[in-house]
């Protein structure tokens, strides 16, 4: 039996200890019935720090969804996964052993990434066990693992073979603090402080124009005048069509550009008139593709300024911008600089604005597809649903393929050799997967197109998101049979996945990307279902973040909190939505484990004695009511549970457990059960309560497994004892309702006259229909007399005053509002056809508000009770 106080840091640390032990949550896997199973493609945390509050919120709701799948008979799979793999893990190597990657040979960096991986990693179990997170500990994988290799290596044959692939030297968007190609999904906005130039340019002479005659061009970026390669008018622009198809000369490097004309000039930003430059943003490669333009770089890897920039070559952008600009104003050439804020590509991972620079990449081909991928996202079910309109934003928005070439170190290898001779591409043997191409030789001794011998390796490394985007062919074993030669999978039951949670933060990162590779090498969208959650935010609702000092530990949180509290807070706002970080929530959660631990020690004290069976015609309408009332709850609970309604869950759940039951059922209960040893009471506690901790286990996990075990323990875990279902009790809802409602106003009722709840009544009088309940109603609030009424008493509502609406009627009548006050004090006033006639003025129904209250003329107290009418006669 429960005894004492609930004591959750000795309860939970036992629970978390044996679900662990015993593998309580360990995947069968039934090849043969698909069925049986439901998957989950959880996210792998990226192991880049310490796991934050987001992750607890985010698995938190996962594990929902997994508990309650495992009560209703299905056999989870629900694994963990770290990512290891690319630049965040690479760069927080660099951070904790103050080294540089390029400082190292290629495998031993990445043997000193994965010795600092993995210990967040052991620091990443530890706290997803501390919390109580349902995860199949047997079901694990790295995203950097030989396996996983070998998988990414896999798909990106499989792609290449499919033609998918292609290897081309184009502009690509480069971090230059990272010193790697990134993706257009790793890039974000960002307002930043700036200035506008205008720089004065020289038209060159020529028959039409004179010499001396000059434009203005407006940039923010006068550090990319020496790559400046042409000049553009729009063909709208009435004012400068006599500059197009002459040249201009760039001031500093005097180099001569033509200038052109595009429908692509922004009329409305600067001048009108604008340079183009390789190049400084999508535009300029667009003008450079359209326009087959010259190409001139003068910023490298590092942000750098190059040969092409004269004596500005060696310096940063920022040095070259200072520097370039106090030589314009020198020339002459700075007409004018002002301070402005504007967007700004920065990427994602360190907030460094991007550079677009030529490079050999591999890229994934996307934009010829954008309707299939549409298509996929239509099939799944989204929870909830207004999170497609985002992935579908995000794929109508798409300007480049996807890029997954990255100059970096710790990342799984291209399986590429290129001939020396020819760059004939050669791929590595499925069956040889994973591989280094710098450390190991090509299939083949001669190039297949050309016959030359020496080949050159690839040197970098997939994009991380290439392989996470893999995930759900990693959990289901999908590999390549030799033998049959064809794509199979380990475990064909798990694909396609029930469910991909995320947050909506990376729906274009991870969601996209997985749906592009898993359509690409299946043929079928991986999941079923999508669940994203939205962001924690702190208690003044602002993201949280390192540098703004708001980030909350969750070590710091179960350090004051039970685990059960933070999981009833995680359940708080409708998924999709952000949720702020709340202690009064946690404290919420912290009552409800008080209420339900004393509310069990109660339920045992009174069913010791209880049948382990009653026919339940014989049951008394009450408790048939309380049971038929239970039913409906399961069926709305079950209902919220599956379209992933957490909070309208728990909230209605709460409210039924603590008001209809611990409130007025259990109240009523304890009396018969005491008083005259009530079997059919004992009996609806205890089927009722066993119900009650299967329905709150999803969320409150570790106080419902120790109250199972305490009070009904026959070896089973409360979370495999299976969801209940409908009993099927008839009972008359209304009348079972009104009688509750009759029963909480009379506890009102003593409680405000300051008399014990055993006081007895005289005689109450109700009015509404308790038919059947009348000897409960009497029997638990002592009632001498109660007579039901066949006529509405004599109640009528009686205006008690008037509400102003000061904010209207102060300016339209000023000094009358004193006047005004004074009449409505005095009740000289009247309605007349929805306006107030008051003190010689009308207001209009806008204006007020009046102010009523339910009086009973008769005699007796009246007592509100909903639609019901209560009148307690006490004798003198």
Not at 654 to 673: M, N, P, S
Request: aromatic share 10%; glycine share 6%; net charge negative.
């Amino acid at each position: 039996m429960p005894s004492g106080e609930y004591d959750p840091d000795t309860v939970e640390a036992k629970w978390q200890d044996r679900w662990v032990d015993d593998e309580t949550y360990a995947y069968e896997g039934d090849v043969e019935n698909p069925d049986t199973a439901f998957s989950i493609d959880s996210p792998p945390p990226t192991v880049s720090g310490s796991l934050h509050w987001g992750h607890v919120y985010g698995f938190t709701l996962q594990d929902f969804v997994a508990r309650f799948n495992r009560m209703r008979g299905k056999d989870v799979y629900f694994p963990f996964g770290y990512d290891d793999n690319g630049i965040a893990s690479e760069r927080l190597a660099e951070d904790e052993l103050d080294v540089r990657h390029q400082d190292y040979e290629r495998r031993e960096f990445q043997r000193m990434t994965q010795e600092v991986c993995e210990q967040y990693e052991a620091e990443f179990t530890e706290k997803m066990q501390s919390l109580g997170i349902s995860i199949d500990w047997n079901q694990t994988y790295q995203t950097i693992s030989p396996k996983t290799q070998r998988i990414s290596q896999l798909s990106f044959i499989d792609l290449y073979e499919q033609g998918r692939e292609y290897r081309q030297r184009a502009p690509a968007i480069w971090c230059p603090e990272c010193e790697t190609a990134i993706s257009q999904v790793e890039t974000e906005d960002d307002e930043q402080p700036s200035h506008f130039h205008d720089i004065a340019f020289e038209v060159v002479e020529s028959d039409s124009i004179d010499a001396d005659e000059t434009f203005t061009i407006s940039t923010t970026r006068p550090e990319l005048l020496p790559a400046c390669v042409a000049v553009f008018v729009h063909p709208d622009d009435d004012e400068n069509q006599y500059l197009v198809g002459e040249e201009a000369r760039v001031p500093l490097f005097d180099q001569e550009v033509p200038i052109l004309e595009d429908e692509r000039v922004d009329l409305e930003t600067g001048s009108g008139i604008v340079m183009c430059c390789t190049f400084g943003d999508q535009t300029d490669i667009e003008w450079y593709q359209a326009h087959d333009l010259d190409l001139r770089l003068a910023i490298d890897e590092s942000g750098t300024l190059t040969d092409v920039a004269g004596e500005y070559a060696g310096l940063s952008s920022e040095e070259a911008r200072e520097e370039i600009v106090d030589d314009l104003e020198e020339d002459g050439a700075l007409l004018d600089r002002r301070a402005i804020t504007h967007t700004v590509n920065v990427h994602e991972r360190c907030g460094t604005s991007v550079e677009f620079l030529v490079k050999d990449q591999w890229y994934v081909e996307l934009l010829d597809k954008t309707d299939e991928y549409l298509e996929a996202g239509r099939e799944m079910d989204w929870y909830p649903e207004k999170m497609f309109t985002r992935y579908k934003n995000w794929i109508e928005g798409l300007q480049w393929d996807w890029s997954i070439s990255r100059q970096r170190s710790s990342g799984i290898p291209f399986p590429v050799w290129y001939c020396e001779a020819c760059e004939h591409v050669v791929l590595a043997e499925k069956e040889n997967l994973p591989v280094d191409p710098l450390s190991d030789e090509p299939p083949v001794d001669a190039c297949p197109e050309c016959g030359h011998d020496e080949f050159v390796p690839e040197d970098d490394v997939f994009d991380t998101w290439a392989t996470s985007s893999l995930t759900p062919l990693i959990n289901a074993g999908w590999d390549w049979d030799a033998e049959r030669e064809e794509f199979t999978f380990e475990n064909p039951e798990l694909y396609q996945f029930d469910l991909r949670p995320q947050g909506h933060d990376i729906i274009s990162f991870w969601l996209f990307h997985t749906v592009v590779k898993c359509y690409e090498h299946t043929g079928e969208v991986p999941f079923d279902s999508v669940m994203i959650n939205g962001m924690v935010l702190d208690e003044n609702r602002e993201k949280m973040s390192k540098s703004k000092g708001n980030v909350v530990a969750p070590d710091e949180v179960v350090s004051k909190f039970p685990v059960d509290a933070a999981r009833y807070w995680a359940a708080g706002s409708a998924v999709g939505d952000d949720l702020p970080y709340s202690e009064k929530g946690l404290r919420a959660g912290e009552k409800l484990l008080r209420k339900l631990w004393n509310a069990s020690k109660l339920v045992e004290s009174l069913t010791e004695d209880a049948p382990a069976e009653f026919d339940h015609e014989d049951l008394t309408q009450l408790d048939r009511w309380l049971l038929a009332s239970l039913d409906r709850e399961i069926e709305r609970l079950t209902g919220r549970f599956e379209s992933r309604e957490f909070s309208k869950a728990r909230d209605g759940l709460r409210g039924f457990f603590w008001h209809t039951f611990c409130d007025d059922y259990l109240e009523i209960a304890k009396q018969r059960v005491r008083e005259g040893g009530d079997a059919s009471a004992a009996y609806t506690l205890e089927v009722a309560h066993r119900r009650f901790l299967k329905l709150f286990s999803p969320i409150l996990a570790h106080a419902t497994e120790e109250l199972w075990h305490d009070m009904y323990d026959d070896g089973e875990s409360v979370h495999h004892s299976g969801w209940p279902e409908p009993l099927g009790v008839d009972a008359d809802f209304e009348a079972g309702e009104t009688a509750m409602e009759v029963v909480g106003a009379l506890r009102k009722y003593k409680s405000d006259a300051k008399l014990s709840m055993n006081a007895e009544l005289d005689r109450v009088e109700v009015w509404g229909d308790v038919s059947g309940f009348e000897a409960d109603i009497s029997s638990v609030m002592h009632v001498e007399e109660l007579e039901t009424l066949e006529e509405r008493p004599a109640v009528e509502s009686v205006v008690t005053g008037v509400d102003l609406d000061y904010s209207l009627v102060g300016p339209e009548f000023g000094s009358q509002v004193s006047a005004i006050d004074d009449a409505l004090e005095a009740g000289e006033y009247e309605t007349v056809d929805g306006e107030l006639h008051v003190a010689g003025v009308e207001l209009e129904p806008e204006m007020f508000e009046i102010e009523e209250e339910r009086q009973y003329l008769g005699e007796g107290e009246m007592v509100e009770a909903g639609d019901a009418i209560v009148i307690v006669h006490e004798e003198a």
